[in-house]
């Protein structure tokens, strides 16, 4: 069966147990009334409602971890009982006989009215006793829970007890039982730890409640004294009842008188409780903003704010003092320190702060690095000459920010009051301008992220941008190899290489370095692609091709730039390569017999006028063989180095090559690579490596 569907069964069950025996009782207090008492233990009948009673409210019972809160049920609850108490003292009046120790009513109306009376008085007593055990168990010690129910074992052995008295009948077990009680509330009643955590709104509302808690039990136990109506008809009920309740209403009215008490004692530290409260609340505050502010506007205008509330000062602002990289880009009119954030004063007044003397308290804290006070502003011989500001400012203070030993900026606070900073004061602001500063820099770190990630977004998609400048493809021509590798020693790089057929016979091949490295390097490489597609057919002669090239490119260059370029046409019917070389690096040509370089004269583009250029240009031709190889590469092989500088060189790729050259085209510049990387010792190089290799296999 569903455990609620049971639970839900289960306050039935107590609900109507407990009225069922509070019935039995009331027909057996009909009957009595008749003929006489018809059962002995009547009390037992009685006490098992408010047993069932107790069970339906505690299966509904919630506890409140807020002690005010159940103050003001008590209250409440007080107030209602004594509403009640009081109109149906005065319907009950004074209709009782006695007779010898018992009561006797003189009509059933008042057998009614006092069931009805009892029924509520122990209800509520139940519900006192619950409350003041949420009270009591307010941040627990060890023994504050077994400290409580020895209480209530103590008020119910009391109770039981009396179990069979009549109305004034008395047992010397009862009134010892009873005093012992008395000596737990004592006990139990000095458990208030909550009180200190009030806020001084919150401890006068104590007092007050309390009070008038205290005039509420107070009138309550006047009203249900043994003599009075209300009284006899609790004792008439059960003598029982009359120790729980008697006892009920001394622990609810001894823990308020307690609680009153210490609440006024505790009422003069409540500015300083509430201040330290203000402090770890926004010092929690700022540890958030550590993490979770992502704006640094945000972020500033938070720091100011907090600091008000910190040491409830008039005013606040926030310098920050510029990252050293930023300060290379100012302006000389522009100043590294800026004011990010203020509440209560004007950009005038801190401008006439900080720059209307030869001190001033910005330079004393970013030369010292420590916190500056001064306590009579208008006084003070570092401030006396800014007495305009007298009537705003009394006393001042300015600390500084300081994350990962560099000062990030200086917090100031002012009050209207001379000497309205103390130790404290000092102490609190500055552990809060720690946490400032670890905000601000984590802000600049989030900032100096974000740029960087957006620099290597716009980083990758120039990388491959320049993977489509290159061939996608190799042409695949009957008789040739032809292979080809490049990679860049950054993001993206200054080599370049293509092939285009100038017609059915010949093929024009590309090799160039752009002098420097990164996104500048690659622009222009972008622009020779476009040269080389736009001239290598119109300029099939590698000589003309590299003059033209020139002009198209000296006029958009940098002037401290240049590009070295082989530019080579091969005849693919006859294997002659006709070449010309604008300042590149000399290529290679590798015979069965012998290994070595091809170099015809020539400057690289953009660094001569047209004539000069056209003066030193060569062109050459090399007849190739069957199994001839041909090595295009640029310079970041050759000057491929070790940790301790010494480069590739010539020779070893020469030697790579010689030791290969009877390799297909593959290969070779498989072995190249491996040779650098080898030579290298895995290191990534320090320029852009390309290869081409072409194999000449027609006998």
Not at 451 to 470: F, I, V, W, Y
């Amino acid at each position: 069966m569903n455990i609620k569907l049971i639970q839900r069964f289960g306050k039935i069950f107590y609900l109507i147990t407990g009225f069922t025996l509070f019935l039995i009782g009331l027909i057996l207090d009909v009957i009595g009334k008749n003929v006489g008492p018809v059962f002995a233990q009547v009390d037992l009948i009685k006490i098992g409602a408010f047993v069932a009673f107790y069970l339906f409210i505690q299966s509904y019972w919630k506890r409140e971890s807020i002690p005010l809160k159940r103050l003001t049920a008590i209250l409440i609850l007080g107030t209602v009982v004594l509403g009640i108490s009081l109109l149906l003292a005065v319907a009950i009046g004074t209709e009782f006989e006695f007779k010898g120790s018992s009561l006797i009513p003189n009509n059933y109306s008042t057998i009614f009215i006092s069931n009805a009376l009892a029924v509520i008085i122990g209800v509520a007593a139940i519900i006192f006793i619950l409350l003041l055990k949420d009270i009591l168990v307010y941040k627990p010690r060890r023994y504050t829970k077994r400290n409580f129910l020895i209480l209530v074992i103590g008020l119910l052995a009391a109770t039981f007890s009396a179990i069979s008295l009549n109305p004034y009948e008395s047992r010397l077990i009862t009134t010892i039982l009873f005093g012992i009680f008395v000596v737990l509330i004592l006990i139990n009643s000095f458990r208030m730890p909550w009180i200190v955590f009030l806020k001084k709104r919150e401890k006068v509302l104590t007092i007050v409640f309390t009070f008038s808690i205290l005039v509420i039990l107070t009138a309550l136990s006047i009203i249900f004294q043994d003599n009075s109506s209300a009284g006899k008809s609790i004792l008439y009920f059960s003598h029982s009842l009359k120790y729980f309740v008697d006892g009920t209403f001394l622990f609810v009215l001894l823990y308020s008188l307690i609680a009153f008490l210490s609440t006024i004692f505790h009422l003069p530290t409540s500015d300083t409780f509430d201040r330290k409260m203000s402090e770890v609340a926004s010092l929690h505050n700022l540890s958030k903003l550590v993490t979770q502010v992502l704006d640094f506007n945000e972020l500033v205008d938070s720091v100011t704010g907090m600091t008000l509330q910190v040491c409830e000062a008039k005013s606040s602002w926030l310098e920050i003092i510029q990252p050293a990289e930023k300060l290379k880009n100012l302006k000389p009119e522009q100043s590294g320190i800026y004011v990010a954030a203020q509440k209560n004063i004007s950009v005038l007044d801190i401008n006439h702060i900080n720059l209307s003397s030869s001190f001033t308290l910005r330079s004393s804290v970013i030369n010292d690095r420590k916190p500056v006070m001064i306590d009579d502003f208008k006084n003070d011989s570092r401030t006396e000459q800014l007495s305009n500001l007298g009537s705003k400012i009394g006393s001042i203070l300015a600390v500084p920010l300081i994350a990962r030993n560099e000062l990030v900026g200086i917090l100031y606070a002012t009050k209207e009051t001379e000497y309205g900073f103390d130790r404290e004061d000092l102490e609190v602001i500055s552990a809060f301008a720690d946490q400032a500063a670890v905000a601000v820099d984590n802000s600049r770190l989030i900032e100096k992220s974000f740029e960087r990630e957006r620099l290597m977004r716009e980083m990758n998609l120039a990388q491959e941008m320049q993977k489509k400048l290159l061939p996608q493809s190799i042409p695949n021509i009957e008789h040739i190899e032809l292979e080809a590798f490049s990679s860049p020693a950054f993001e993206v790089g200054g080599d370049y290489y293509d092939f285009m057929m100038i017609d059915d016979k010949r093929l024009a091949i590309v090799i160039g370095d752009v002098s420097g490295k990164g996104v500048s390097a690659a622009f222009y490489m972008a622009e020779m692609k476009g040269v080389f597609q736009s001239l290598c057919k119109i300029y099939p002669s590698p000589k003309d091709f590299l003059i033209n090239a020139n002009q198209a490119i000296s006029s958009s260059i940098d002037k401290r730039s240049f590009i070295s370029l082989i530019y080579a046409v091969l005849d693919i019917e006859t294997g002659v390569v006709t070449s010309a070389r604008a300042g590149h690096c000399p290529f290679i040509l590798a015979k069965e017999s012998d290994v070595s370089f091809i170099r015809p004269n020539g400057i690289g583009l953009g660094m001569g006028n047209s004539e000069l250029f056209a003066k030193y240009i060569q062109e050459s031709q090399t007849q190739l063989k069957s199994g001839d190889a041909v090595i295009f590469f640029t310079d970041g092989i050759t000057v491929a180095h070790t940790k301790d500088g010494d480069e590739f060189g010539y020779s070893r790729l020469l030697e790579a090559i010689k030791n290969n050259r009877n390799n297909s085209a593959i290969d070779i510049r498989d072995a190249i690579i491996l040779s650098v990387n080898k030579y290298m010792q895995n290191q990534p190089p320090h320029d852009d490596i390309t290869l081409i290799i072409l194999k000449w296999l027609r006998n």
